[in-house]
Structures are given as structure tokens and as C-alpha cells.
């Protein structure tokens, strides 16, 4: 069993730092004195349970909310909100370098100000942190208590050894990075998203251990800023969820940036020789020993189960999988639910909400609302970035769905060429002889923002028909989408109607 990264490490105190930190975590806070019975206790102050909070809160239910480190969770704290920052800036330090590309000239050679990167995360940090703040809480009538949450029964619980009384819970205590065992990386030292945006200096040679979203987002912006990168990935491919071209055209993207990509290639032990890391990679039976400053694993993700004394409440769970749900979020206990990390499959910060809001209705007011029924799109922020919603082809196979497929190379849209951004496509799949949308891979600079129109569009039932109809501001690159309907719009012109239309034309001549 390995054991986690312990790193104690913490950002640099600043004014940033301080501001987060009282907003998070206040210095000299006082648990509350608990109500007699809460109508909803929530364990966990990261999205899902901020979100749960805020909303029953504010329909008037009476809320605990138990946080056990800082309020905002993996999101703001070490995911989302630091990774999007240093990912902007390093796109920018991409962009300069290729400033002539553009007609531009930049003077004097580019220096990266690692320390004024991460400055400038912290103050992005510390703003978003205000949102999630204990004062926000308190002033909705939130009930906050620090402290680890233990079940001490099927309706109570304990916290700092107060013990709070609960008609409803919900448990919505996030996920940690695993760590692969790999012999010798724990006494090496290594970097996870707990502690990589503590890094005040950048690694001269980094190795990033994984070809997920984490590993392939961070490997990038390390890279542009200047730390020699190699990336392994044990499969034969990034992102091994998505489609294959378009984890090809990030291959190629990495490969542009001076990435080293090491794909089919296991770490399988590192030692410390002369202050550097030597990593031994094995490759379709071929060793190698590379010799890197920091290490970054980005393996996976462990839901947070340990120590909540789940047996005593009766709530089923799975050390890999986490809390046990039904399709109502209801654990085997039928008054506590779960939301967010701790139990989907799909761990982002829109499901973590989305999945709150869902608890909020069947908990308190006897709903009925599914977790399948929502629609889940998702996006790596590399450069392209990669987005995705519904069904991939694979899938729709699986299911004997027949699907009809039509895509748009970005270098076709205007906007992407004049923007010099042709890397990527748009690939809308729809349900073979109909226009009914079953899923969508984009491939783009703003991927993330051009997948939520595909979205609202499964979502209010809107088939490609009827995208062709709509009028996309020229020139943008969501253009490709109304393309990709035009494509669509093609296919109905039967050799028939166009043998009636041409026959129509030439009588009213
Ligand atoms: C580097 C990185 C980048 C990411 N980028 C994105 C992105 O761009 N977009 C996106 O959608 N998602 C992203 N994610 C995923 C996203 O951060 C998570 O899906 C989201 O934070 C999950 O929210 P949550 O509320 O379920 O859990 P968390 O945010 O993990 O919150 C759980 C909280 O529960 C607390 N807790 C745990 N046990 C106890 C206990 N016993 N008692 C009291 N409190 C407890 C924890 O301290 C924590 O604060 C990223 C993740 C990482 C690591």
C-alpha cells in the first residue's frame, strides 16, 4: 500500500495567502453551538458541498457544513483555479515565443518570472477564494464547523467532539491524488496537485507521470515555462477516454512545445543520486534511466473514505469507487446522500454541483431528479484543448446505436485561420437517419467554451436541423458548429429533391 505524499510544503506568505487563508480557513474560528437537530449536515465545504450549503440554506433549511482542512476544496485550492492560472499564463509565454507568426517582434530575448506566475495564481486564488468564503456562509445562515467528521450512527455524527443530530446528510468528502507504487518515488519525493503550486522555483527537468487531464494540462505549462519535460504514459495513448484523433493531435501539440512523450512506458523505480532523481522507464521491454529535478504524478484519483466511520452509519462503500449511490445520490443508508468526487465516476467540478443540486431536491423536498438523466460535458485545458459530450461512436456501438458522423477541421473556419489556431476539429455524432445529437468531441483553442452549445442543445432536445437555422456571429470559431449542421443539412437532398427542385427552377425560369 503506498503512502501518501506528505509533503507539508505551503505557499509563500503573502497578502494573497492571507486573504485566502481568512477567507477558507479564518485564524481563531469558533465551531458554532449545533441546533438541537440540523434538517441537513453536509461533510465536505469543497464544491459539492459549498454548493449544497448554500442552496438549501438559502430555501430556508437549517445547515451544518463540516470542513476538516479549507473551504473550496480541491477546486479552488489545488485544482481548477491555480491549474487555469498558470495554464494562462503559460499560453501567453507559448504565444510570445511565437510572436513572428504573428507579425510581432519581441525584444530581447522571453525570461520566464516563475515566482510572478505563481504570484499572480495566488492573487487569482485568493479573489475566487471570497466566493467560498466562511463569512458567505455564515451571512446564508450556514452552521460551520472545522474539524474531521465521524458518523457516530445512522443520525448523528461527531466533529471536533461535538456531536450534531441530522433528518438528512450528505457526504461529499472529495478525492485525493493517488500515488503509483512505484519503488523508491515516495522516498524521492514527489509532486501532486497538493503541493506543485506551492513551487516557488521551477524545475529545471521535470517528469510528469501520467497522460491524464492532470498530467497532460501540467506537463504543458511546465514545458512553456521552461522546465525540460518528459511525460509517461503507460497507455498507448493521452486521455485514453477520448477519441483517437483527437489524442493524437495532442501528441503532436506536445511534441510542437518540446515535450519528450514516452507513451507504452511504465516508471518502475526511482532512486536519488547527486541531489537528482534518476527514474528507470521501461518501453515495450526497452529500459531507460532518465535524470529529472521534481517528479509530478498525475495517476488518478482516490475517493476520500478513510476515517468517517461510514460502518456505523451504514453506508455502503468501495475503497476504489467510493460511497455506494443509487440513481437518487442515496447511499445504503436512506437518510444520507452523497455528491461530487467521493462518488461519481466522472470527477469535475460541474458534476460535484450538479450532483449537489440534485441531493438538495431529493433529500429536502422529496424529488425524484436522476443522476443519468444529466448531460456531462467535460474539457482538458491543454492547447488544443480537448472537449466532449454524450456519446462517443464506441459507445453508441455498444449500445446497436447505428451514428452518423460530421466534422469540421478547424482550419475550415475563418476565424480559427485568422487567429492562427487551425489545430482541432469539430465532430458531431448524431443517431444514423435522424438529426437527433448523440455526442460531440471538439477539438479546439476554446474547446471548453464551443462544447457548451452542443450541450444546450442535447439538453433542450435541439437536433442539428435545427443549428443549421441559427445564426453564428462572423467570424468565430463556433461557426464550425453551424458547419457541421450545413454538413448535416447536405445529406436531405436526396437525388430526388434535388431532381424536383432542379426541375422546379428551370419551369419558373
Ligand atoms: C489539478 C486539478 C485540476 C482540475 N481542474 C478541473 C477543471 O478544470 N474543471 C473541472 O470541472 N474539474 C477539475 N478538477 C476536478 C475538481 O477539482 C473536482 O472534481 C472537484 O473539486 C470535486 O469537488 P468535491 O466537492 O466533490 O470534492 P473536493 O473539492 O475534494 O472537496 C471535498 C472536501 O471535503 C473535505 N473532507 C474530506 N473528508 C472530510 C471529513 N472527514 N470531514 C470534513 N471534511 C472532509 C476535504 O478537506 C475537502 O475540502 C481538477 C482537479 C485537479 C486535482
Redesign the pocket.
Known amino acids: 500500500m503506498p503512502t501518501r505524499n506528505n509533503s507539508t510544503s505551503t505557499a509563500p506568505s503573502d497578502t494573497a495567502e492571507r486573504e485566502r487563508r481568512n477567507n477558507v480557513r479564518p485564524d481563531g474560528w469558533h465551531n458554532p453551538v449545533p441546533a438541537a437537530r440540523y434538517s441537513l449536515v453536509v461533510?465536505?465545504?469543497?464544491?459539492?458541498?459549498?454548493?449544497a450549503a448554500h442552496a438549501a440554506a438559502a430555501l430556508g433549511a437549517k445547515v451544518a457544513l463540516?470542513?476538516?482542512?479549507?473551504?473550496?476544496?480541491?477546486?479552488?485550492?489545488?485544482?481548477?483555479?491555480?491549474?487555469?492560472a498558470i495554464i494562462r499564463t503559460s499560453r501567453l509565454y507559448a504565444e510570445m515565443r511565437h510572436a513572428t507568426q504573428y507579425g510581432a517582434q519581441i525584444p530581447g530575448d522571453i525570461r520566464v518570472d516563475f515566482p510572478a506566475v505563481m504570484q499572480r495564481m495566488r492573487s487569482i486564488r485568493a479573489r475566487i477564494s471570497r466566493a467560498d468564503s466562511v463569512r458567505r456562509l455564515t451571512a446564508a445562515g450556514v452552521d460551520v464547523f472545522f474539524?474531521?467528521?465521524?458518523f457516530a450512527g445512522t443520525e448523528a455524527l461527531t466533529?471536533d467532539g461535538t456531536t450534531l443530530r441530522f433528518k438528512k446528510a450528505m457526504i461529499?468528502?472529495?478525492?485525493?491524488?493517488d500515488t503509483p507504487s512505484i519503488p523508491g518515488l515516495v522516498e524521492a519525493g514527489y509532486l501532486?496537485?497538493?503541493n506543485?503550486?506551492n513551487l516557488t522555483e521551477l524545475p529545471r527537468r521535470l517528469l510528469v507521470i501520467g497522460g491524464g487531464?492532470?498530467g497532460c494540462?501540467?506537463a504543458q505549462a511546465f514545458s512553456r515555462f521552461g522546465s525540460k519535460t518528459i511525460i509517461a504514459q503507460s497507455w498507448p495513448l493521452f486521455l485514453p477516454r477520448e477519441e483517437r484523433d483527437a489524442a493524437q493531435i495532442l501528441s503532436d501539440a506536445f511534441a510542437r512545445d518540446g515535450i519528450e512523450v514516452r507513451l507504452n512506458t511504465r516508471t518502475v523505480n526511482v532512486r536519488v543520486e547527486g541531489g537528482q532523481k534518476l527514474v528507470d522507464l521501461v518501453s515495450d521491454d526497452h529500459k531507460s534511466t532518465v535524470a529529472v529535478d521534481a517528479i509530478l504524478t498525475?495517476t488518478g484519483?482516490v475517493p476520500?473514505v478513510?476515517?468517517?466511520n461510514l460502518e456505523a452509519a451504514g453506508v455502503h462503500y468501495d475503497a476504489d469507487d467510493g460511497i455506494r449511490v443509487n440513481d437518487f445520490l442515496q447511499t445504503s443508508n436512506r437518510r444520507i446522500y452523497a455528491?461530487?468526487?467521493?462518488c461519481?465516476e466522472?470527477?469535475?467540478?460541474?458534476?460535484?454541483?450538479a450532483?449537489?443540486r440534485i441531493v438538495v431536491r431529493n433529500a429536502l423536498f422529496l424529488g425524484r431528479q436522476r443522476l443519468s438523466a444529466l448531460t456531462i460535458p467535460?474539457?482538458?485545458?491543454t492547447d488544443p484543448e480537448i472537449a466532449h459530450v454524450g456519446l462517443y461512436v464506441r459507445q453508441a456501438h455498444n449500445k446497436d446505436i447505428s451514428v452518423k458522423t460530421f466534422t469540421i477541421p478547424m482550419h475550415d473556419v475563418d476565424r480559427a485561420i485568422a487567429d492562427g489556431e487551425e489545430a482541432g476539429f469539430v465532430k458531431i455524432h448524431v443517431k444514423e437517419g435522424t438529426d437527433r445529437i448523440l455526442g460531440a468531441t471538439i477539438v479546439a483553442r476554446h474547446a471548453?467554451e464551443m462544447i457548451n452549445e452542443v450541450t444546450l442543445a442535447m439538453v433542450a432536445g435541439i437536433g442539428l436541423r435545427t443549428l443549421a437555422r441559427v445564426i453564428h456571429a462572423y467570424p468565430t470559431q463556433g461557426e464550425a458548429i453551424k458547419k457541421a449542421a450545413d454538413a448535416y443539412n447536405l445529406t436531405r437532398l436526396t437525388s430526388l429533391v434535388k431532381k424536383l427542385m432542379h426541375r422546379w427552377l428551370v419551369w419558373t425560369r
Not at 43 to 51: C, H, N, Q
Not at 68 to 79: A, F, I, K, Y
Not at 339 to 342: F, K, L, T
Open positions: 461533510i465536505g465545504a469543497g464544491t459539492a458541498g459549498l454548493v463540516i470542513e476538516r482542512h479549507l473551504l473550496g476544496g480541491d477546486c479552488l485550492n489545488v485544482g481548477c483555479v491555480p491549474s487555469k474539524g474531521a467528521a465521524r466533529v461529499a468528502t472529495g478525492s485525493h491524488p501532486t496537485n497538493e506543485v503550486f487531464p492532470l494540462e501540467l498525475g484519483r476520500n478513510e476515517g468517517l455528491a461530487g468526487d467521493v461519481l466522472h470527477k469535475f467540478t460541474h458534476t460535484a454541483d450532483s449537489a467535460w474539457c482538458t485545458y471548453g
